[in-house]
């Protein structure tokens, strides 16, 4: 199998292409052209954000997508405390977190004035995410399309966020993404909605938000409101142990080694091993490894997971794939599963505890799927 020499990357990633130096497409940075340009839309919206005085029309100057994770929790106290907004801080409670941040959401509604309110739709994110798994992605694939599930997931919840904001006149919605997501997330409110429809068609888009999205496609821009991506200002300089530090001394944040965490991270494996031949990760590790090629010296990790500089990360990926497959199909001795597994999480810097709390969750997919209502096929990836 061929695989990019700078990233190891596979030649069958899709969105991907390699190189006949053995490069691929990443590295050689093809794809900068559609990066800068959302890139420079974003810094521009940013911007006027934090220089515009209050909104016009509503209560609040923004909606902000509150998840009680690090980076939201950092911006927000920003938000409020050093920029004097009104912020209406939304959370929207994903069933399949097992959330270790309701400790940090106790400690912001106790000392940031901000206005806090929680939204939920099991039943609907369910339905999004069983038709996710159940379907068969078509080949060769776009950039991104091994994280579409999370990817879902997540737009489910800001159209819903973009919604809210929509019905009570607020102008802008925050999302904090790390550095690494803003890149890779639409920005522009509509193609977020029209993404939603073209990837869901207008059944399952009606069965999960009603004539409600019709309105916001045909509503006049001025009237749709627009999203911030704060993390853009610090693109250069996000150092996720420095927000961990900060936020400590100002007494906001307990302190988990797990932060929000997802409990179909093992069906996340499962999904892009079928359908895409990769782990779940495979893009942050790959990035992780171009970043460190770039500069020897580099020793922060800009994303939120961490990728030891010494993994052999294709070898630890192949076992990680065998794992995974037997797993799905029923196959094999758990015992021996947990094991292997846990000697791979520890490979990527995971604590014995975290490794076998995590195994333990991988052991009990085929439990989640059914769950769900998503079938698991035991075959690998398919042509
Ligand atoms: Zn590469």
Known sequence: MPICTVCSLKDTHPGVTLGDDGVC??????AAGDLLENFVYTRRVFEEFTRGGPAPDGDYDCLFMYSGGKDSTYMLDKFVNEYGKRVLAYTFDVPFESTHAAGNIKLARERIPATF????????????MREVFNRTPEKPGKYLDEKLPCVSCRTFFVIR???????????????CADPQQILTMESDTREIVRGFYRAFGARLTGESFRSELEQLLFAEDGELPRIVFPFIAMRYAYDPDRIVAELKEKG??????LETHCTLFPLLNYY???????????????????AVRRDENHDRSTFSISFPRAADLPWIEERLKKVVLEIAADRGDPAAHESELVDLFTRLDASEDAARFLAREFLGMRKTAAGLGITLRSSGARA
């Open 272 to 290: 892009s091993f079928t359908n895409w031949d990769c782990m779940f990760y495979k893009l942050n590790a790959a990035s992780h490894r171009r």
């Open 117 to 128: 309110m929680t939204d939920s739709d099991d039943d609907g994110i369910k339905a999004v």
């Open 25 to 30: 497409s990443l590295c050689t940075l093809d």
């Open 161 to 175: 966020a973009v919604l809210h904001a929509y019905r009570h006149r607020i102008p802008y919605i925050v999302l």
């Open 252 to 257: 906001l944040y307990a302190s988990s080694p």
